[in-house]
């Protein structure tokens, strides 16, 4: 991944392409995402039938939607169809599944998103990442022990995971008001620049009562996210599958001192 930073999008090869994708799954950066998006669409072009472009180019489409990385035409309805092809094409590509994962967590459908993660794990639970993705998307329909059986598994067998794998531990713990457990997986979590760090960050310490700090976290939201205000049931709808995690998230953030939502 790093030998192919600085080529042009037109110089760099397939292979190279995924690895663009890979940065950007550990960063979550956005100049990266772009880099990624423009090799993997050239990719696709190239080799329609390359199963693993399509469904990483299912994943950066979907992260458009959730993230607002781009602007892009119907990214939800682009991030499924590419799932869905990847698939056709290769029904023994996990990160297709992780596509359709996603894909379904965003329509809220538990049951889909069970049944494709388990797929995820069952096709090689020896795969890492993946298999830690697929306990991800578990714990976040709701499936929380099984889910962190998973993760847990991944970051024995591949210690350089991405750390958004702390993230349904930081949920897990605000939901059931252990406060002081998620303010350490916020740490955990890090990715400074992104904006769920500071989001995580101010709902935990509006709980907490540390309202100074909480206002600190919010600025730096508001200055990652200027449009989270008014879009803060969007933003955090796409990953809490249950409207009361929302609503409990949103609990926090008023606390920490968030208004117009």
Excluded at 34 to 50: G, H, N
Excluded at 68 to 83: F, H, I, T, Y
Excluded at 130 to 155: C, K, P, R, V
Excluded at 196 to 202: D, E, F, Q, S
């Amino acid at each position: 991944a790093t030998a192919s930073r600085g080529k042009t999008v037109d110089e760099l090869e397939a292979y190279e392409a995924v690895m663009c994708y890979h940065h950007y799954g550990i960063t979550l950066d956005s100049r990266a995402y772009e880099e990624a998006l423009q090799a993997l669409e050239k990719t696709v072009a190239i080799d329609a039938e390359y199963a693993l472009a399509r469904a990483l180019l299912s994943i950066l489409y979907l992260d458009a939607f959730t993230f607002s990385m781009v602007d892009l035409d119907d990214p939800l309805e682009r991030g499924m169809e590419s799932a869905r092809k990847a698939i056709s094409i290769d029904p023994f590509c996990q990160h297709a599944y992780f596509g359709m994962c996603f894909a379904q967590l965003l329509q809220r459908n538990e049951q889909e998103v069970i049944r494709n993660a388990k797929k995820i794990v069952e096709l090689n639970p020896n795969a890492g990442i993946l298999a830690g993705t697929a306990g991800w998307f578990l714990a976040m329909a709701g499936q929380f022990d099984e889910g962190f059986g998973f993760i847990d598994q991944s970051m024995q067998l591949n210690p350089f995971f991405p750390s958004w794998f702390h993230f349904p531990y930081y949920l897990n713990s605000y939901l059931n008001g252990n406060f002081s457990d998620a303010l350490e997986a916020v740490k955990k979590f890090g990715l400074l620049e992104f904006f769920w760090n500071p989001l995580m960050h101010a709902a935990v310490l509006g709980q907490l009562g540390r309202i100074i700090e909480g206002q600190s976290a919010l600025q730096r939201l508001l200055s990652l996210k200027p449009d989270f205000p008014a879009r803060a049931r969007f933003y955090l709808g796409c990953f809490l599958i249950k409207d009361k995690w929302v609503d409990r998230m949103l609990e926090g953030l008023k606390k920490a001192g968030l208004k117009g939502v």
